[in-house]
């Protein structure tokens, strides 16, 4: 009789994975590609949209460019306006076409330029009456600080008191004591509110009384000023 040796049966262990040895985590399924693709799309316009604008500013300008003077053609914005603009179209080999809108102490044409296309062909010349004062006095269709974006400074200008041959009076003080001895005899020539403020101020600091009188065209408060007796 043959002997028999029975094996104690092993029970059967998954061994513990540990370090490397862990199991990967599941692959992303077929249902993120369609994201992935959106994302890649959304970059490549993004970036489609970046070149273009690059392209249109290396381009710029293409054809003339408008510049408002919101005063008559005459004075002394407007020659500023023609020096710039000439100064201009040779640096940039574009016309610039100059459209003198006047009226309303210049609001009217810088009112224009704040309702035009912001592509870079529509630009203003905009003294201080303009682009300060105007927003203190007057209520605005447009917002003086909001619409508008500067560009580079121009002049800085010198405002003079000047009178006609024959004025009794040789300097500001014998000016001054003329005038306080003759209110409201004399005249002064304004052509916008920064003239006007200039004129109510220089009263109010000296007590002296004098007739504003506005003009539309400098030159023609020069003349009129020169003809008075």
């Not at 293409?62 to 201009?88: C, H, K, L, N, Y």
């Not at 330029?113 to 209520?139: C, K, Q, W």
Request: net charge positive.
């Amino acid at each position: 009789m043959k002997n028999s040796v029975r094996r104690a049966s092993v029970p059967q262990t998954r061994p513990r994975p540990c370090g490397n040895d862990r199991p990967h985590p599941k692959k992303p399924s077929s249902v993120q590609h369609p994201r992935r693709r959106f994302l890649r799309l959304a970059a490549g316009v993004a970036a489609l949209q970046a070149a273009s604008s690059i392209a249109m500013a290396q381009s710029y300008p293409s054809r003339p460019i408008t510049m408002i003077v919101p005063f008559p053609a005459g004075g002394g914005t407007d020659a500023v306006g023609r020096i710039v603009a000439e100064r201009m179209r040779g640096l940039i080999g574009q016309p610039i076409i100059i459209e003198n809108i006047g009226g309303a102490d210049g609001s009217i044409g810088v009112g224009r330029a704040a309702r035009a296309r912001p592509d870079g062909y529509t630009i203003v010349l905009g003294p201080m009456e303009t682009h300060v004062l105007n927003g203190a006095f007057y209520s605005l269709s447009y917002d003086v600080v909001n619409d508008f974006a500067p560009v580079a400074p121009l002049i800085t200008q010198s405002i003079i008191l000047f009178s006609r041959k024959g004025m009794p009076a040789r300097d500001v003080n014998e000016l001054i004591a003329w005038l306080k001895a003759n209110p409201n005899k004399a005249s002064a020539a304004t052509q916008a509110v920064g003239f006007r403020l200039l004129m109510t101020f220089f009263q109010k600091e000296t007590g002296t009384q004098i007739t504003l009188v506005p003009y539309r065209w400098p030159d023609s408060a020069t003349a009129d000023t020169e003809r008075e007796h």
